[in-house]
């Protein structure tokens, strides 16, 4: 432990580790008790993803309540994107806080007619695991270094290339 000149405790590079040991531990354990697994969120963005594409939206929202008053024209403009090609995570963050978890996770989409950045954001808690926020960035790509683990702050948005012929077909 070191103490500063006036007498205040500095936390020390051990401590650090620690403290983000015990928080890891802790999300891992919330994450767990609540059914929210990363295979669970993964499997809740796919179907919703799914769902999106098919312009199946009454399934949507049978689970999710959105934030848009016009929801359905909203979701149109994504299905004129087209066919979902691939989506990939691009970033995740993860925040707990008396009992809920919040898992923020960002996908690059790739479509027939462009790219999007979509935004899920999970609420886990005492009631299950459920997507509370939905957004997406047509024309867009998330960029993250590979130090982007260390400060997620690194990733960027940008414009996405433009799709060729030979994406559009493939499947």
């Given at each position: 432990m070191r103490?500063?000149?006036?007498?205040?405790?500095?936390?020390?590079?051990?401590?650090?580790?620690?403290?983000?040991?015990?928080?890891?531990?802790?999300?891992?354990?919330t994450l767990s008790a609540c059914g929210g697994t990363p295979a669970d969120i993964r499997?809740?963005?796919?179907?919703?993803?799914?769902?999106?594409?098919?312009?199946?939206?009454?399934?949507?929202?049978?689970?999710?309540?959105?934030?848009?008053?016009?929801?359905?024209?909203?979701?149109?403009r994504r299905r004129e994107l087209g066919r979902m090609i691939h989506s990939s995570e691009a970033k995740t963050e993860t925040v707990t806080w008396n009992g809920v978890t919040l898992v923020t996770v960002h996908h690059n989409t790739e479509f027939e007619r462009g790219h999007a950045v979509e935004m899920f954001q999970v609420r886990i808690d005492g009631s299950g695991t459920r997507i509370t926020t939905f957004n997406y960035n047509a024309g867009k790509k998330m960029w993250c270094?590979?130090?982007?683990?260390l400060a997620s702050s690194q990733c960027s948005i940008e414009d996405a290339p433009?799709?060729?012929?030979?994406a559009s077909r493939s499947s």
């Open positions: 103490v500063s000149s006036a007498g205040i405790r500095l936390a020390t590079i051990g401590d650090m580790r620690h403290l983000l040991g015990v928080t890891l531990i802790a999300s891992a354990l499997a809740r963005i796919k179907t919703f993803q799914d769902h999106a594409t098919a312009g199946r939206l009454d399934e949507i929202l049978r689970e999710y309540t959105p934030g848009q008053s016009d929801f359905d024209k909203y979701m149109q270094p590979m130090l982007s683990l433009k799709p060729t012929p030979a």
